[in-house]
């Protein structure tokens, strides 16, 4: 069910609309399970990034979108805050991918995403990962790259210069997007996952044209493939359908493309099902830095190396459509096997360590 807008509130008029923006009558009314519309969660957003409500208010924001599922309006509203917030960076001349989990599935596993952008990149593709700190897991993107010495940069001919040395930029998400920062203490303290992990995928300062997005569930699948439709990202969406947010090869596996959605088991890709267990990551960023190190060097366990192998392939597969999945596999597979993902990775550290 669809709210109305905010009323006028006293000596608070904005242009056009007036808008309760006090974080009391904005909780009062999601407690009673209303919905925002689309330029007010905008607003909202807006106003976290200038500092406008205390860290409990945040939480408390927070909280109201675990209990219930984000509709589209809202967060395409975040989402739209973010992006005109957002430090831009013009890579266009690049044809690039994010590959890139939404986080928060409690599942712990190792650097899946970001080893599979090396990978990818491994493989011929120009890559920009847009990351950051852990919030919900031990180790995110930019802890690993930070304990391998990468200074984070915003510099767009820095970011250049690493996507021709080595296919590959990193983009730290605070450097580009104050409201992210804003809420970086709130996000680690609660550790637990949030609408910003649902929105950190979405707002990559360099647009790319392509995306792979994994997700913890279902009914995420279908709010990002609504949402990418409005979009002009060549995009997957996927899921293991026992609640990785990622391809696992533990389980049955969705993936939504602007054409189809698709079920696919390990097995049917030639792939052995693993466990659980043989994806975890480890308890600090320092063994999750050993078993990227080890994917890379093709020296890391059959379970390990599988997973990044049929993620990066979907990315391929997002790039070029018209190749078949086993093709993107045997190229995933020849990046990490002929040591092109791990030379790719040290042409990465000379221009950013």
């Known amino acids: 069910m ?30 009673e ?14 106003n976290i990034s200038q500092g406008q409500y205390n860290d409990t208010q945040i939480a408390s924001l927070i909280t109201v979108f675990l209990m219930r599922n984000i509709s589209v309006e809202e967060l395409s509203g975040f989402r739209d805050a973010l992006l005109e917030m957002r430090q831009p960076v013009d890579l266009s001349e690049f044809p690039t991918i994010d590959i890139v989990g939404t986080g928060g599935d409690g599942k712990n596993t190792f650097n899946v995403s970001t080893t599979s952008c090396f990978t990818v990149a491994g493989a011929g593709y120009h890559v920009v990962k847009h990351g950051n700190y852990g919030s919900t897991s031990v180790s995110g993107a930019s802890n690993v790259m930070e304990q391998h010495g990468v200074k984070f940069t915003s510099d767009e001919s820095q970011l250049k210069r690493s996507l021709e040395k080595s296919n590959i ?29 649902m929105l950190g995928p979405l707002v990559n300062p360099v647009k790319p044209a392509y995306q792979l997005l994994g997700v913890y569930n279902l009914p995420l699948l279908r709010l990002y493939n609504y949402t990418y439709q409005e979009s002009d990202t060549r995009f997957a969406v996927v899921h293991s359908l026992d609640g990785f947010d990622e391809i696992s090869l533990t389980a049955k596996f ?33 063994e999750a830095a050993k078993i990227f190190d080890a994917v890379l060097e093709n020296t890391a366990t059959e379970a390990q ?49």
Do not use: W
């Open 169 to 197: 930029a990193y983009l730290h998400a605070p450097l580009f997007n104050p409201a992210l920062k804003a809420v970086a203490g709130v996000r680690k303290a609660l550790a637990v996952r949030s609408f910003f992990n």
């Open 305 to 353: 190396k599988n997973c990044v192998i049929a993620n990066s392939a979907f990315a391929i597969q997002v790039i070029c459509p018209e190749k078949k999945i086993e093709t993107c596999i045997a190229e995933a597979r020849e990046s990490l096997e002929s040591g092109k993902a791990l030379q790719t990775f040290k042409r990465f550290l000379e221009v950013n360590g």
């Open 254 to 286: 969705k993936v939504a493309t602007p054409e189809k959605e698709k079920l696919y088991t390990p097995e049917m890709l030639g792939f052995r099902r693993c466990t659980e267990d043989e994806l975890d990551g480890g308890n600090t960023i320092q």
């Open 33 to 46: 399970h209303q919905y925002l519309e689309r330029d007010e969660a905008r607003r909202i957003l807006q």
């Open 2 to 31: 669809q709210c109305a807008p905010f009323p006028l509130s006293c000596g608070e008029g904005v242009e056009g609309r007036g808008f309760y923006t006090k974080m009391k009558q904005i909780l009062y009314r999601l407690f």
